[in-house]
């Protein structure tokens, strides 16, 4: 079992930068891959990035790629996630999810946090 705390989200302009974090307590962390994914409004949730137990690998949505980093601590038992050069269309609620497979972008993940509100303003 792992329990997971996404903070960070916010209101922030067109352009602006978030960095938000996923802690996660209980089992160790490095032995989960993790995920962050997102919900619009309406939409369904869709992947947005996910790193390897070690950090070694990392997959990205199409629509996050060049603008978004996910990065890892496992001394920190945290996963991180730069958003850059944000846009409305990134306004969602954002998840961080945590499986001990290597599940990439793929919506199995074993674990789920209770999301944190991003909002872009133009």
């Known amino acids: 079992q792992v329990q997971l705390v996404e903070s960070g989200g916010g209101l922030v302009q067109a352009g602006g930068s978030l960095r938000l974090s996923c802690a996660a307590s209980g089992r160790t962390f490095s032995s989960y891959a993790m995920g962050w994914f997102r919900q619009a409004p309406g939409k369904e949730r869709e992947f947005v990035a996910a790193?390897?137990?070690?950090?070694?690998?990392?997959y990205y949505a199409d629509s996050a790629k060049g603008r978004f980093t996910i990065s890892r601590d496992n001394a920190k038992n945290t996963v991180y996630l730069q958003m850059n050069s944000l846009k409305p269309e990134d306004t969602a609620v954002y998840y961080c999810?945590?499986?001990?497979?290597?599940?990439?972008?793929?919506?199995?993940?074993?674990?789920w946090g209770q999301g944190t509100q991003v909002t872009v303003s133009s």
């Open positions: 790193i390897s137990w070690s950090g070694g690998s990392t």
């Open positions: 999810a945590a499986d001990p497979k290597w599940t990439r972008g793929g919506l199995g993940y074993d674990y």
